[in-house]
């Protein structure tokens, strides 16, 4: 009976950890993103809608990194995206107002 608790507690720490971390999530500025985000962003900033290949050749950071940098700007909507009119494989990126 005692592992049953002991278990029941540790849920129940696991699951006020992860509502922390959403908690947190949704306030997420530039500030508290990584260096590689934070570049993606100053690039798309100065440089204006741009494709990853374009971020990736303007930041010279490898295009995992600009991905990874992207996926995290847009879970923060500090930037959106479509689809590319001239090439449907790509979407063009850029700051949200």
């Not at 592992?3 to 950890?17: N, Y």
Request: glycine share 6%; aromatic share 6%.
């Amino acid at each position: 009976m005692g592992r049953l608790r002991i278990g029941a507690v540790h849920a129940a720490h696991m699951s006020a950890t992860e509502h922390d971390s959403d908690v947190e999530g949704e306030q997420t500025t530039i500030t508290d993103l990584s260096p590689s985000a934070k570049l993606v962003y100053k690039v798309l900033e100065y440089e204006g809608e741009l494709t990853q290949e374009e971020i990736a050749t303007e930041s010279r950071l490898c295009a995992r990194t600009v991905r990874y940098a992207l996926g995290k700007l847009e879970d923060s909507d500090l930037i959106a995206s479509r689809v590319c009119l001239d090439d449907a494989r790509q979407s063009n990126y850029w700051i949200r107002d």
